[in-house]
Each structure stands twice: as C-alpha cells, then as structure tokens.
Nanobody
Framework: QVQLVESGGGSVQAGGSLRLSCAASGYTYTRTYMGWFRQAPGKGREGVAAIDSAGSTSYADSVKGRFTISKDSAKYTLYLQMNSLKPEDTAMYYC?????????????????WGQGTQVTVSS
C-alpha cells in the first residue's frame, strides 16, 4: 500500500525558508511522477511543483525562482525547498505521486496523496 507522509511545515516570517519532505513507502517502482500541491483556506488546490521520473521539473509561475523541488530516489523521499516565503504562500501543502506518465504535471490527476503539512508565513 503506497503511503506518502509530509513533514517540515511550520510558521515563519516573510522572507524566511522552509524545506518540506515527503517520505514515500509501499512500492518499488523506479518510474515515479511526483508533485507538491497547496490549498489555502477558501481557495482551490494549486499545483506548486512537479518532478518526473527523469528529474525534469515544472513550477507554478508564482513560485519560480523561490521554490525548488528535488527527490532522493534511494530514500524514496521528495523535497520542496521554499525560500523568500511570502504571506500568500500560506497553505496546506500536499505531496502527490503516480506511476504513469500524464501531461500537464501541475494539473494532472495523481493517484496517491499525503495528509498534508501546514505552512504559515506571517508578514
């Protein structure tokens, strides 16, 4: 059974940094397609960053140049380094994964989701 567990969220001031981690377990596939999504109160879910099995990355315009997605395949762990955080980055952040390719990595359907980790940025 595939499980995704996020960690690393917290409260920071604007301009600060956080690194989110997503520990994956329950599978041995080497081809994985993973992403980070966020949802703020009263808003829809937004794709933040994604990484495919070859390591190619995609970012939402709102986070380009500030966030970096990466993965450690040996540790089955996905990361999101978030720098220069802004109050508008405040949201619940979710990790997602799938084993089949699909277009539009920030908008595609993912089969597996974590429970989320809260990020709060104060001004």
């Amino acid at each position: 059974q595939v499980q995704l567990v996020e960690s690393g969220g917290g409260s920071v001031q604007a301009g600060g940094s956080l690194r989110l981690s997503c520990a994956a377990s329950g599978y041995t596939y080497t081809r994985t397609y993973m992403g980070w999504f966020r949802q703020a109160p009263g808003k829809g879910r937004e794709g933040v960053a994604a990484i495919d099995s070859a390591g190619s990355t995609s970012y939402a315009d709102s986070v380009k140049g500030r966030f970096t997605i990466s993965k450690d395949s040996a540790k089955y762990t996905l990361y999101l380094q978030m720098n220069s955080l802004k109050p508008e980055d405040t949201a619940m952040y979710y990790c997602a994964a799938d084993f089949l390719w699909a277009p539009a990595p920030l908008a595609r359907r993912y089969d597996y989701w974590g429970q989320g980790t809260q990020v709060t940025v104060s001004s």
